[in-house]
């Protein structure tokens, strides 16, 4: 294709925004040009017969060749190439293939959500009947009619559902008709959106991707996988992790698109905000000068609005604690003050709308009759929304994977496209608006997902066992021959699998019914936490136990899609443990507080680096109290009311862990190079005892600042949820391993989820990363600001934290790496 | 490979034939707490009439005091508070009830004879040594389970309190299915459990259930566990009543079930939360209690043709091998029975074979009927012989196969007057009894899974395979009794609950296909 005199676009570009954006003042820190790319296509009947080939309107891009050729050679592949690329294709074409040579074949599709397990059942009906394909797609789940399951199950072709719903499926293989004729015949297994699987819900989907497998050998079907990502940095590792099978990767986009300017805005300090305060005299409070920036969602609804009034369609990202029916609100108010003032057809779309809702707004998206739509991150999954001109992301959304899903978003076929990054207020968005090149290298982060919990994978056992009797020949899909004979003893001797058998013979479940309808997705213990609203609706995923301590305690106010929440109640005994809230508007926040307590460390590797240097990782007891909160003022920072109880029981983790521990005199020798005053004690500090020593004291607030910061910036390299990780710092720890000074860093749930694991195994990118940041953030203050090394879920009120002496404390680790 | 344990727990073992067991009543502190007493435990003490009544955790305290304790005359004893001795007149055995082993005598003989049933201890066959000393932890951490505080228990426990053959270990601490064998490098203990589930342990055991339990004790140390829903009973037992409702009843003078069935579902809609159609359906709920008959619905038809009752004992839970399919042929009383089982260790599919043939054969056309069928007994026999004889399959799936428990309950076509909706709990309500003791679905399986175990020992394990056709057979005869009761009643249109008022025979027409 050849394109003359490329005609940019009168507003979708970055000269092109500056130029007409109104009072434009510099907002614009970078930007990154992507030039335009020409479809690398191959011809169809090349790859698949002609009987499909001749079906289809277009060639096959480079990608969906590889992979449909890797599929005939029988390979499992994980595609991660750009959201529009055709990803569904690829599978649809297998899902044809594989009909037109055995008509009884089928595929299982599985899918993160239900809004787009019933797009992709659209879209998949639409493609197979174009290409004359005799075939039925159907989804299955838990909205579907009890009378229809039965049918679905004797007589669809492909079954598309969710991780839940399978674990609940699996189970009824042999008692529900129709699942053994639909497990005989599997040929594929499609696992979309892989990326999405991370964490505590990455775990158990692995376990009942193990699962699936492991029964399907009982099925004689040994179906091929494809899994599509996200760009993510270890597709193979990861999908090996989440299925254990071997996998080839399609990374070549071949796929066209137009010309696309990538633009990062830091939203402007509100002049007359701070010379106002100035005239007054006020004191800078902990947000110094940040204090006085306008907003992230004030300035992003700007850019909206911009946009939109030039008659470019534009879907703005929010984050997960911005609304959108808010931000859908500021994107109206800013084009109605737009000096050309003008109304723009705006709509939120986010999960807690009814299908219907979301349907038709899919659908003005697709046919371009709505100006712009405030989203959540849900629409950056492959939900069908057409091509848009322009995407405005909302404060960083927390991974380089995610900004390129949005970003995909924007451009129709090869048409330009602009995206605008309108920086937030935290650790991540300012290192990003620091380091753009961060934004635009080769790299991306690696999915993190472990299969190492034990009692996750304690309870799929139960449920394999359920499934089908487990045998020695179950070693390796579910657990190594170790962990699994020893995983069975455990059983046998609480007396929920068969006793006086070995797995030589066969072990039988002998526990309650319906093990599987206690197995939670979003915890490792089954005792999930479900929000409700007492005066309304609120749509919020179920909480895990050691978050809903921390953060959802009575008292505990929180943010979610924008409004602010109290929590009234919290049933922990319940049935179904039970958070209750009502909406709150109070100008308040809530922090809370935390005792911690580290034993009983068994390290499983370390690194020693010399000179009393060492990185540890391993497992511990991390006690943590969440007895008391504060409560304080938003606009201030200060402690309005406070200490009071939480309410929450102490939570007892038994976790995985990484460590580095400093050598004995680290402390003396740390404080002789500083020469810069030493900061004066807090009055937290003076409460403090053992702390009281001003060198101490500094010291502490170092080895604080380090493990704050390497928290914060470990998202920077992996798709961690950071509010998944704690800490601790300390200048003695009773380990005798430990000589001297320490930080912890470990995973926040009960038996780990693989991230501080991932954290010590890339530890020198991360530390290089804190470093560079701590040495460079705009605060510039020995105490550090919330957008380097100060946290909201400290335990310690931030308290003693030193910006300079963890930056120093960084470097000499990192001088021994 | 280990030799396997042709015994490898106690509890497990197959009692005498035909012996009667005692009973006891395990009562969980919250079930005392959250339900009406006078309602729901006294009707869980009259439906299950135990020997003696256990509290246990959490929160036992709260069982053995009035208002319990003024309900009945049955003793009710919480062991962790004070140490008591009871003697079950006739069977054999004593229970000791102790808060530590420190309060026991020297032996089992010594027990003081005041505490004790009349005929004092000469006859001791067994002993259940009753306390809450003991709990279970399970930590997936380190692959473990733990039986805490065994060490001290056993420390306190007297030298006369040994004998394994003469003394079961039981804790309410832990739960009634749990059961163990302690060995420690002298002596062996074997351990049961009488309590609700307390700990967590993760997706095999439903924590949150509190319920009542019943354990039926042999004198050779064999325990049955079964478990109920407290909602099961008194007004809450009803369609349609939970504890609002229930509550609602009892302020309008409405006690019992048989006050309920003794109104007019007019007169309980007028309470408020009731409409027309709760109204009806609890009334017809009580109804059938009342007067032990099926209570028909709308709607609903029944096969045609002379049904084949059947049942089948598998090898687990969700077994792969149905080993046994105990057939009926004909009616409840008079029917033939015919067991098909597996004859050699390694012919798992003769007796399936021989069963297809005659179906096929001699019983061709006739629809099949199992309880909870579509749940567990046709998919098995389907999955077996997908395995091992296809050539069957086409022949089974195009069998009419019909399931009275799901005809009842899921599509709601009839009331069973029974206060839950097992076989055995439904089949009595109706007026069958029972030949056999002590076998379950459970036990079944496990004196299989051992004869197989043990194909390769010179002296391999031999059931007694007549015991467990036997058992089969008063499960099919109980299938076929209820079966006969839907009949009788949907020879009743709907609303003529009385006995005397049946009418003339109605259509039994319907399409085959409703339920294949
Ligand atoms: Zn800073
Ligand atoms: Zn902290």
């Not at chain 1, 007054?280 to 939109?308: C, Q, W």
């Not at chain 1, 943590?624 to 504060?630: E, F, P, T, V």
Request: aromatic content about 8%; some cysteine; proline content about 6%.
């Amino acid at each position: 294709m050849s394109r003359n005199a490329p005609q940019r676009d009168d507003v979708l570009s970055e000269e092109a925004l500056k130029e007409s954006f109104p009072d434009y003042s510099g907002q614009v820190t970078a930007s990154e040009h992507v030039p335009a790319r020409d479809a690398d296509t191959v011809p169809a009947e090349e790859i698949i017969r002609d009987e499909l080939a001749n079906q289809l309107d277009n060639d096959l891009y480079r990608h969906q060749a590889k992979g449909l050729k890797a599929l005939a050679d029988d390979e499992n592949i994980v595609v991660t190439t750009s959201t529009s690329s055709g990803k569904t294709r690829i599978y649809a074409l297998q899902i044809a293939r594989n009909q037109l040579d055995n008509p009884d074949a089928t595929a299982l599709c599985i899918y993160p959500m239900k809004a787009l397990t019933r797009d992709q059942e659209r879209t998949l009906n639409d493609r197979l009947a174009e290409w004359d394909v005799d075939t039925r797609t159907e989804v299955y789940d838990g909205d579907t009619k009890r009378d229809r399951k039965r049918d679905i199950r004797s007589n669809a072709d492909t079954i598309l559902t969710n991780p839940a719903g399978l674990n609940v499926y699996l189970p009824r293989h042999n008692t529900d008709s129709g699942w053994s004729r639909f497990y005989n015949n599997l040929e594929l297994i499609v696992v979309d959106e892989a990326h999405q699987y991370s964490g505590v819900m990455g775990t158990h989907v692995a376990w009942i991707l193990r699962r699936l497998r492991r029964l399907l050998k009982y099925y004689n079907a040994d179906p091929q996988f494809v899994l599509t990502t996200a760009t993510i940095g270890n597709p193979a590792e990861h999908a090996t992790r989440l299925t254990s099978e071997e996998f080839t990767v399609i990374d070549e986009d071949g796929s066209p698109h137009g010309e696309r300017d990538i633009v990062l805005w830091k939203p402007p300090i509100d002049e007359e905000a701070f010379r106002e305060a100035e005239e007054y005299n006020m004191d800078p409070s902990e947000g110094g000068l940040e204090e006085f920036r306008i907003s992230t969602g004030e300035e992003a609804a700007k850019v909206t609005a911009h946009l939109a009034i030039n008659k470019r369609q534009t879907l703005q990202f929010c984050s997960a604690r911005q609304g959108t029916e808010i931000a859908a609100q500021k994107i109206g108010g800013a084009a109605r003050d737009h000096p050309r003032g003008y109304y723009v057809d705006t709509k939120a779309y986010h999960g807690g709308l009814g299908k219907r809702t979301r349907r038709g707004i899919e659908a003005q998206l697709q046919d371009g009759v709505v100006d712009a739509v405030a989203s959540t991150n849900a629409l950056e999954l492959g939900i069908d929304i057409g091509g848009i001109d322009a995407t405005v992301t909302s404060g960083y959304p927390g991974t380089r994977q995610s900004f390129w899903q949005q970003i995909g978003r924007a451009g129709r076929g090869q048409t330009d496209a602009l995206s605008v990054l309108v920086g937030g207020a935290d650790a991540m968005d300012s290192y990003i608006l620091d380091n753009p090149s961060y934004l635009f290298e080769d790299d991306v982060e690696d999915a993190v997902v472990s299969i190492e919990n034990e009692q996750v994978y304690a309870d799929h056992l139960c449920v394999a066992a359920k499934e089908r009797r487990l045998t020695d020949e179950d070693a390796g899909i579910l657990g190594e021959e170790d962990r699994l004979s020893e995983m069975v003893s455990m059983w046998q001797e609480a007396g929920v699998l068969e006793r006086g058998v070995d797995l030589e013979n066969g072990v039988h479940y002998t526990g309650d019914t319906r093990p599987e309808s206690r197995i939670s997705i979003y915890d490792t213990s089954g005792r999930q936490y479900i929000v409700n609203c007492i005066d309304g609706e609120i749509d919020h995923d179920p909480v895990a136990k050691e978050r809903a301590y921390r953060d959802y305690h009575k008292g505990a106010l929180f943010l979610h899609d924008g409004e602010q929440y109290e929590v009234v109640e919290v049933e922990h005994d319940a049935r179904t443990p039970r958070i209750l809230v009502e909406e709150r508007t109070t100008g308040r926040y809530t922090q809370t507080l935390s005792d911690k307590r580290i034993s009983n460390l068994r390290p499983e590797m370390s690194q020693d680096l010399g000179n009393g240097y060492k990185l540890w990782f391993g497992r511990a007891n991390v006690d943590i109290d969440y007895a008391q909160y504060l409560v304080h003022n938003i606009s201030t920072g200060e402690v309005e009311s406070g200490p009071h109880p939480t309410g929450s029981p102490p939570l007892s983790l038994d976790t995985e862990l990484m460590w580095v521990s400093l050598p004995s005199d680290h402390l003396s020798t740390t404080i002789s190079r500083l020469d810069e005053p030493l900061l004066q004690p807090t009055k937290h500090a003076e409460e403090d005892t053992g702390l009281t020593e001003p060198e101490q004291y500094t010291y502490a607030g170092g080895i604080h600042a380090a493990e704050h910061g390497i928290i914060q910036l470990a998202p920077l390299e992996l798709m961690i949820d950071n509010s998944d990780i704690g800490g601790l710092s300390t200048p003695r720890h009773p380990d005798e391993r430990i000589p001297g000074p320490v930080w912890f860093v470990h995973d926040g749930i009960d038996g780990g989820i693989g991230f501080s694991r991932a954290i010590y195994n890339n530890f020198e990118n991360i530390a290089e990363r804190t470093y560079d940041h701590l040495d460079t953030c705009d605060c510039q203050r020995r105490r550090g600001c919330p957008l380097c090394v100060m946290s909201e879920h400290c335990g310690n009120q931030n308290d003693p934290l030193d910006r300079v002496v963890g930056r120093q404390i960084l470097g000499d680790v990192m001088d021994r790496l | 490979m280990v030799p396997v344990e042709t015994d490898p727990l106690p509890g497990t073992r197959l009692p005498q034939e035909g012996e009667t067991p005692a009973t006891v009543l395990a009562i969980p502190g919250p079930v005392v707490k959250q339900y009406d007493v006078h309602d729901v435990v006294a009707d869980a003490i009259e439906a299950i009439g135990p020997d003696i009544i256990i509290a246990t955790p959490p929160n036992s305290t709260h069982v053995a005091l009035p208002p319990v304790t003024r309900i009945t005359d049955i003793p009710v004893v919480d062991p962790s508070r004070s140490a008591s001795y009871h003697a079950v007149g006739g069977s054999g055995v004593l229970f000791a009830m102790v808060p530590t082993p420190d309060h026991l005598p020297p032996t089992p003989t010594d027990v003081p004879r005041e505490t004790g049933g009349s005929g004092g201890f000469a006859g001791l066959e067994h002993c259940y040594l009753v306390s809450n000393c003991l709990e279970l932890t399970i930590d997936p951490h380190h692959r473990e389970t733990r039986l805490e505080g065994i060490d001290e228990y056993l420390d306190s426990l007297p030298d006369g309190w040994l004998d394994e053959s003469l003394i079961t270990h039981v804790s309410t601490g832990l739960r009634a299915e749990y059961q163990a064998r302690y060995e420690t490098a002298t002596d062996t203990y074997p351990i049961h459990g009488a309590g609700p589930p307390t700990s967590s342990v993760g997706a095999a055991i439903d924590e949150n259930e509190r319920p009542l339990i019943e354990l039926s004790v042999y004198s050779n140390g064999a325990i049955r566990v079964e478990t109920h829903d407290p909602t099961n009973f008194g007004l809450q037992g009803l369609e349609g009543i939970g504890p609002t409702k229930a509550e609602r009843l009892r302020d309008h003078g409405f006690n019992s079930r048989d006050a309920i069935a003794g109104t007019t579902p007019k007169a309980l809609a007028k309470i408020r939360g009731f409409g027309e159609k709760t109204a009806t359906a609890v009334h017809k709920s009580a109804t059938a209690i009342a007067t032990g008959e099926v209570v028909p619905r709308d709607g609903g038809t029944l096969p045609n043709g002379d049904p084949v009752f059947i049942d089948v004992e598998t090898n687990g839970f969700n077994g792969e091998i149905a080993w046994l399919v105990g057939v009926l042929d004909g009616g409840s009383e008079e029917g033939h029975y015919l067991p098909f089982r597996q004859q050699e260790h390694d012919d798992p599919i003769g007796h399936v074979d021989a069963f297809m043939s005659w179906l096929t054969g001699v019983a061709g056309g006739r629809p099949v009927v199992a309880w909870n069928g579509y749940g567990f007994d046709f998919p098995i026999i389907k999955r077996h012989l997908e395995r091992d004889a296809p050539e069957w399959v086409d022949d089974w799936e195009s069998r009419y196969q019909f399931d009275p428990l799901y005809y009842a309950t899921t599509q709601g076509h009839a009331t069973f007057p029974a206060r839950s909706n097992r076989l055995e709990a439904v089949a009595a309500a109706l007026g069958w009894e029972s030949t056999t003791t002590g076998v379950d679905g459970g036990t079944a399986a496990r004196e299989y899974n051992t004869w197989q175990q043990t194909a390769n020992q010179s002296d391999g394990y031999q059931p007694d395979w007549d015991r467990l056709e036997a058992y089969c057979e008063d499960d099919v005869r109980a299938l076929a009794t209820v079966y006969e009761a839907l009949q009788d009643a949907s020879r009743r249109p709907p609303g003529t609950e009385m006995p005397k008022n049946r009418t003339g025979e109605q259509s039994r027409q319907g399409s085959l296909s409703d339920f294949s």
